[in-house]
């Protein structure tokens, strides 16, 4: 059985929002008149703007977008977000969610393909992956400008499928991406969701899935998607995943349930 991961907000924290971003912000802002803030908008936008068109694999081509923002705002350096990624992989800025490393080594003893499927772009993902010194646990690494699709892209789900034939349980927490994505995709879909509530939390793995409570969850975290206009055609009830955990070391008793 075929595993996939997300990565930010399941198995790791990325150094953008802390460290790449502010950098990237404070260093276009200067002679601008604008401020960090605003600069970050602009950023934002063009990624919005880029996924408005369909433009879903260019929408995390960091470089290309933070390139063309400084161009249009008169900024002359350049800059190499793939460079400030490494420069920020320090303790303060990354870190893997608790139960992550020794869940993945369970996992992987068990003898589960264990495959990353991020919309980060390898450049990317892969050096805070070696500095969390987790790389070495997966198998292989699906992104966006190696597969020409990006969640909840259909065919960022077959690319690992058509590679590791059979069952897929796909792990995530974005409910558009992960959720909706991998139930498109045919695949068991599995939320990480820290802040599940104890009223859902304190049931059995088998049941929480089924809580009255989850719709309005998955419902919130559609409304928290920044980009859920891009999708008319999605429903809550095509997002709900068929397992909930709230922990990631949770999630080999729920394969004992797939
Ligand atoms: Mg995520």
Same mark, same amino acid.
């Given at each position: 059985m075929l595993l996939t991961f997300d990565l930010?907000?399941?198995?790791?924290?990325?150094p953008f929002s802390t460290g790449v971003f502010p950098e990237v912000t404070g260093r276009i802002r200067e002679g601008?008149?604008?401020?960090?803030?605003?600069?970050?908008?602009?950023i934002i936008g063009e990624a919005k703007s880029r996924m408005g068109q369909g433009r879903i694999v260019d929408a995390y081509d960091w470089d290309d977008i933070i390139a063309l923002v400084g161009q249009k705002l008169g900024f002359s350096g350049s800059i190499d977000v793939a460079e400030l990624v490494r420069k920020y992989c320090t303790p303060e800025h990354i870190y893997t969610y608790p139960e992550v490393p020794e869940?993945?080594?369970?996992?992987?003893? *068990?003898?589960? +393909? /264990?495959?990353?499927?991020?919309?980060?772009?390898?450049k990317y993902q892969l050096p805070v992956l070696r500095a969390l010194g987790v790389a070495d646990l997966f198998d292989a690494i699906y992104t966006p400008e190696m597969t020409g699709?990006?969640?909840?892209?259909?065919?960022?789900?077959?690319?690992?499928?058509?590679?590791?034939?059979?069952?897929?349980?796909?792990?995530?927490?974005?409910?558009?991406?992960d959720l909706w994505g991998a139930n498109q995709a045919g695949a068991i879909s599995v939320w990480?969701?820290?802040?599940?509530?104890?009223?859902? *939390?304190?049931? +059995? /793995?088998?049941?929480?899935?089924?809580?009255e409570l989850m719709e309005?969850?998955?419902?919130?975290g559609i409304a928290r998607d920044l980009n859920a206009a891009a999708y008319p055609q999605l429903t809550t009830v095509d997002s709900m995943p068929d397992f909930v955990i709230k922990s990631f070391g949770e999630l080999p008793a729920v394969l004992d349930l797939v």
């Amino acid at each position: 059985m075929l595993l996939t991961f997300d990565l930010d907000g399941v198995v790791m924290k990325n150094p953008f929002s802390t460290g790449v971003f502010p950098e990237v912000t404070g260093r276009i802002r200067e002679g601008t008149g604008l401020s960090q803030k605003e600069v970050m908008g602009e950023i934002i936008g063009e990624a919005k703007s880029r996924m408005g068109q369909g433009r879903i694999v260019d929408a995390y081509d960091w470089d290309d977008i933070i390139a063309l923002v400084g161009q249009k705002l008169g900024f002359s350096g350049s800059i190499d977000v793939a460079e400030l990624v490494r420069k920020y992989c320090t303790p303060e800025h990354i870190y893997t969610y608790p139960e992550v490393p020794e869940t993945l080594k369970t996992l992987r003893q *068990a003898g589960y +393909p /264990l495959v990353v499927l991020t919309n980060g772009f390898r450049k990317y993902q892969l050096p805070v992956l070696r500095a969390l010194g987790v790389a070495d646990l997966f198998d292989a690494i699906y992104t966006p400008e190696m597969t020409g699709a990006a969640k909840p892209e259909r065919d960022m789900y077959l690319a690992p499928q058509r590679r590791y034939p059979g069952p897929h349980v796909h792990v995530g927490d974005t409910v558009i991406h992960d959720l909706w994505g991998a139930n498109q995709a045919g695949a068991i879909s599995v939320w990480v969701y820290h802040d599940l509530p104890d009223l859902v *939390a304190s049931l +059995p /793995l088998s049941r929480r899935a089924g809580h009255e409570l989850m719709e309005e969850l998955i419902t919130q975290g559609i409304a928290r998607d920044l980009n859920a206009a891009a999708y008319p055609q999605l429903t809550t009830v095509d997002s709900m995943p068929d397992f909930v955990i709230k922990s990631f070391g949770e999630l080999p008793a729920v394969l004992d349930l797939v």
